[in-house]
């Protein structure tokens, strides 16, 4: 049974920085694409970050070059470095998989996921 547990979620100021975690188990997380989805009050969940299991990665264009997506199969993790948080980086933090190797471009299409984290809520305040 496929379980994902993301960590790390809490309070951070503007400008400030916060690292998300996400334990997999269940299955063999090494073969497959990982994404991080984001949901705010009110919005659609939206997709954030992908890394595929190659070590590509996709990023949703309002967090590029602000967050960083990192994995580390040993340990069957994956890993969100949020940088420069911003009041709209606030929401609720899903890690989730598709069960598919590689991000490709339907990658933040929620549809398409096949298993969701129970979410960490991230508010961003000063």
């Known amino acids: 049974q496929v379980q994902l547990v993301e960590s790390g979620g809490g309070l951070v100021q503007p400008g400030g920085s916060l690292r998300l975690s996400c334990e997999a188990s269940g299955f063999t997380p090494d073969y497959y694409a990982l994404m991080w989805f984001r949901q705010a009050p009110g919005n659609e969940r939206e997709g954030i970050s992908c890394?595929?299991?190659?070590?590509?990665?996709g990023y949703a264009s309002s967090v590029k070059d602000r967050f960083t997506i990192s994995r580390d199969n040993p340990q069957k993790t994956i890993d969100l470095q949020i940088t420069s948080a911003k009041f709209e980086d606030a929401g609720v933090y899903y890690c989730?998989?598709?069960?598919?190797?590689?991000?490709?471009?339907?990658?933040?299409?929620?549809?398409?996921?096949?298993?969701w984290g129970a979410g960490t809520l991230v508010t961003v305040s000063s």
């Open positions: 989730a998989t598709a069960k598919k190797r590689f991000c490709g471009d339907t990658w933040a299409v929620k549809d398409n996921i096949e298993s």
């Open positions: 890394i595929s299991s190659t070590l590509g990665t």
